[in-house]
């Protein structure tokens, strides 16, 4: 797995996993995207545990993203939404009641049922 950051060293990047079924499964979403799309990370106030991830298909990048590239897969994280996830594992699970990204995120102090929101 490839980690930088667009304007630093990859020595220097936060600390931001991405599992291999987590890769798999986005370089399959992004296989019928047009070329150059990857998919950002992004946390925003709301939801009803106070943040909740955003996942979104793009082709912007900023020069303080953290760039993540792992088999064939391309995942971008902006520098405000990193201090909330860093130290955290994007993972791809599928099980009898579904499939879905998850985060696993030791910083969060709460989060809701659903799993997409989280408390600092």
Known sequence: METTLASEQASAAPDFAVTDAAARRIRQILSSE???TFLRLSVEGGGCSGFSYKYDMTTEQGDDDLIIEKEGAKIVV???SLDYVKGSQLD???DLMG????IHNPMAT?????GSSFAV
């Open 78 to 80: 902006d520098r405000i």
């Open 34 to 36: 047009p070329a150059g």
């Open 110 to 114: 709460a989060k809701c049922g659903c």
């Open 99 to 102: 499939s879905a990204f998850k």
């Open 92 to 94: 791809y699970v599928a």
